[in-house]
């Protein structure tokens, strides 16, 4: 039985579907498609994070839009970070690949 190596799985996945995984709900999902745990727990908590300064930043108050925005703008910023790492890791597993054939 042949074992399988990270690279060969995350070559294996397809690069947009992660991509797009990741942006959509912008939690990380498409690192659990890629079976890359690590950056889906960092992105996990990137979120959590993020929900918790904000809570612990609006108080009492009541949020106005301008705080919904910078909210929803940081969420933007998470999944946009993660669709790019995403994509770059897919191809860069696919370059180590075709290199390791070639030799």
Do not use: H
């Not at 612990?56 to 929803?72: A, T, V, W, Y």
């Amino acid at each position: 039985m042949k074992n399988i190596n990270k690279d060969q799985i995350l070559a294996s996945s397809s690069g947009w579907v992660a991509s797009l995984l990741n942006f959509f709900p912008g939690l990380g999902t498409g690192y659990i498609y890629q079976r890359r745990w690590l950056p889906y727990f960092l992105t996990a908590g990137a979120v959590l994070v993020w929900f918790a300064l904000g809570i612990f930043l609006q108080g009492d108050k009541e949020p106005n839009q301008s705080d919904q925005l910078i909210g929803l703008a940081g969420l933007f910023f998470i999944s946009v970070v993660t669709v790019i790492e995403a994509y770059l890791a897919y191809k860069k597993s696919l370059k180590l690949l075709e290199v390791k054939d070639k030799k």
